[in-house]
């Protein structure tokens, strides 16, 4: 699972890869922040699954088995 945080570059990067600090900014805008560990900042692959067969929007992490 992942998400999309808003980032202003002046901030440090911890508050978009650290749960904690993830949750002590976004804490209470939002249901749940699950504690995964410390999250990366590459983009993640964005499949579109809304159509009948899967598409590839964006490639980033990750990797698609079409076998």
Do not use: H
């Not at 002590?24 to 805008?29: D, L, P």
């Not at 499949?47 to 079409?66: A, S, Y």
């Amino acid at each position: 699972m992942t998400t999309t945080l808003p980032y202003d570059e002046d901030e440090d990067i911890e508050y978009i890869t650290d749960p904690e600090l993830i949750d002590e900014k976004f804490g209470n805008a939002v249901d749940l922040v699950i504690d995964g560990g410390i999250g990366g900042t590459e983009g993640s692959t964005v499949v579109n699954c809304t159509n009948g067969e899967p598409e590839i929007v964006r490639q980033g992490k990750g990797w698609l088995d079409e076998g």
